[in-house]
């Protein structure tokens, strides 16, 4: 029995570490909260706190950034990517994810994109859908979450 016991709690505790109960609601939400704030704050002070690790924006796995419409990454909380151009970045499947962000953005003003990630705990690629809007003339914030 002390064995099944110990079983179970390893089960537990790597269940615990390896779930991302992140469902499409939160993600929306989220980037609809760091709209809001946005448009309250204005966009260069919105995405210098899109970029603070820890800040009001990063909550663990669940994480706004920001990028321009020229593909440069305006606020990362996760990443020391700030300034890097990934516009022609492509995915594992050939999608040019941040190209497709500035075009959903472009044409419907919000929306979602997937594309696929490697998943911060297995490693592995997975499917990744993020939902994007635009913030300013010529910005964009997301965030997504692994299907």
């Known amino acids: 029995m002390g064995r099944l016991m110990k079983l179970g709690a390893a089960l537990l505790i790597s269940s615990a570490t390896y779930a991302f109960a992140l469902t ?9 909260a760091g709209k809001a ?25 669940l994480y706004i950034w920001a990028n321009d419409f020229e593909g440069i990454i305006t606020g990362h909380p996760k990443k020391p990517i700030k300034g890097k151009n990934l516009y022609r970045y492509k995915d594992k499947a050939g999608n040019q994810l941040f190209k497709n962000f500035i075009d959903v953005v472009k044409a419907d003003g919000s929306g979602w994109s997937d594309y696929v990630w490697a998943h911060p705990v297995t490693k592995k690629q997975a499917p990744k859908s993020s939902f994007v809007i635009g ?3 010529n910005q964009l914030i997301g965030a997504g979450y692994y299907k």
């Open 24 to 32: 499409a609601d939160e993600v929306k939400a989220h980037v609809m």
């Open 37 to 61: 704030f946005c448009d309250e704050v204005g966009v260069a002070k919105c995405v210098e706190e899109i970029g603070t690790k820890g800040g009001k924006f990063d909550k663990g796995e």
């Open 135 to 137: 913030i300013g003339e």
